[in-house]
């Protein structure tokens, strides 16, 4: 890859869905060796969390498959539509939250992280776990696990296309 990618996933409090799509993500881009070529971040389209490591479950579940997740919550800022190339909301609710933001430029850097799921259109939330079993939270890593493998291999083919 010629070009830096900053990407930066949102759900609503930043502890459980967005962080683990963050730590997938830089698992696989540290994998594909393409660390230097990423910023990768994650937020919240609320501050009710900020601060906070991400929720125990989505760390234990993180931890089983080798992802230490580090990060502490934020809350999405209109700096993050300069400060990153690529916002993936994880479902229609925190999209609109983003869009209502947004300047009319900024509208085609937002998108559903599930567009790069194998159910999209059908499906376009990452179910939030947080009122739920561990057993969710596994199947929500396991959908972001699919989802950010689909995004890489989108970012890296389309940056070959465009250095072409």
């Given at each position: 890859?010629?070009?830096?990618?900053k990407?930066?996933?949102v759900?609503l409090?930043?502890?459980?869905?967005?962080?683990?799509?963050?730590?997938?993500?830089?698992?696989?881009?540290?994998?594909?060796g393409?660390?230097n070529?990423?910023?990768?971040?994650?937020?919240?389209?609320?501050?009710?969390?900020?601060g906070e490591l991400a929720?125990?479950?989505?760390?234990k579940?993180?931890?089983?498959?080798n992802i230490?997740?580090?990060?502490?919550?934020?809350?999405?800022?209109?700096?993050?539509?300069?400060?990153f190339?690529?916002?993936?909301?994880?479902?229609?609710?925190n999209?609109?939250?983003?869009?209502?933001?947004?300047q009319?430029?900024?509208?085609?850097?937002?998108?559903?992280?599930?567009?790069?799921?194998?159910?999209?259109p059908?499906?376009?939330?990452?179910?939030?776990?947080?009122?739920?079993?561990?057993d969710?939270?596994?199947?929500?890593?396991?959908?972001?696990?699919?989802?950010t493998?689909?995004?890489?291999?989108?970012?890296?083919?389309?940056n070959?296309?465009?250095?072409?």
């Amino acid at each position: 890859m010629q070009q830096e990618k900053k990407v930066l996933f949102v759900c609503l409090g930043n502890i459980c869905r967005s962080p683990m799509a963050e730590g997938i993500f830089k698992k696989k881009v540290e994998e594909a060796g393409l660390s230097n070529h990423f910023v990768i971040d994650s937020c919240g389209t609320t501050s009710q969390h900020s601060g906070e490591l991400a929720d125990y479950r989505a760390r234990k579940v993180a931890q089983k498959n080798n992802i230490e997740l580090q990060h502490r919550a934020r809350k999405f800022t209109k700096n993050d539509f300069t400060d990153f190339d690529l916002i993936l909301a994880m479902d229609t609710q925190n999209l609109f939250e983003i869009q209502r933001i947004a300047q009319p430029d900024q509208l085609e850097k937002v998108k559903l992280m599930m567009e790069f799921s194998d159910l999209f259109p059908a499906e376009r939330n990452v179910y939030d776990p947080y009122y739920d079993s561990e057993d969710k939270f596994e199947e929500v890593f396991d959908l972001l696990n699919s989802c950010t493998s689909n995004l890489l291999q989108s970012l890296i083919s389309n940056n070959h296309e465009s250095s072409v």
